[in-house]
Nanobody, 115 residues
Framework: QVQLVESGGGLVQPGGSLTLSCAASGGIFSINTMAWYRQAPGKERELVASITSGGYTAYADSVKGRFTISRNNAKNTVYLQMNSLKPEDTAVYYC?????????WGQGTQVTVSS
């Protein structure tokens, strides 16, 4: 069974930075797209950024120029570098991995941007 372990969330002041990590393990033969989603209170979950196995990236308009997604295929890990954070970035962030036996979600990590 595929497991995803997220880390790196926390409390940060506006303008600050955080880096999220998500490591996949267990029964994975190949990983395709890796992505980060977020869900703020009272809102639907939304796609933040994604990266294909070939390294093609895509971002939500709200985070373009501030967030960077990357991956380490040897470690089955995806990262989200978040800079110039704003209060509206406050949400639970989830990673999602599309792999050879389906897709899996992480448990979520809280990011709070507040002074």
């Amino acid at each position: 069974q595929v497991q995803l372990v997220e880390s790196g969330g926390g409390l940060v002041q506006p303008g600050g930075s955080l880096t999220l990590s998500c490591a996949a393990s267990g029964g994975i033969f190949s990983i395709n797209t890796m992505a980060w989603y977020r869900q703020a209170p009272g809102k639907e979950r939304e796609l933040v950024a994604s990266i294909t196995s070939g390294g093609y990236t895509a971002y939500a308009d709200s985070v373009k120029g501030r967030f960077t997604i990357s991956r380490n295929n040897a470690k089955n890990t995806v990262y989200l570098q978040m800079n110039s954070l704003k209060p509206e970035d406050t949400a639970v962030y989830y990673c999602r991995v599309v792999h050879s036996v389906g897709n899996s979600w992480g448990q979520g990590t809280q990011v709070t941007v507040s002074s």
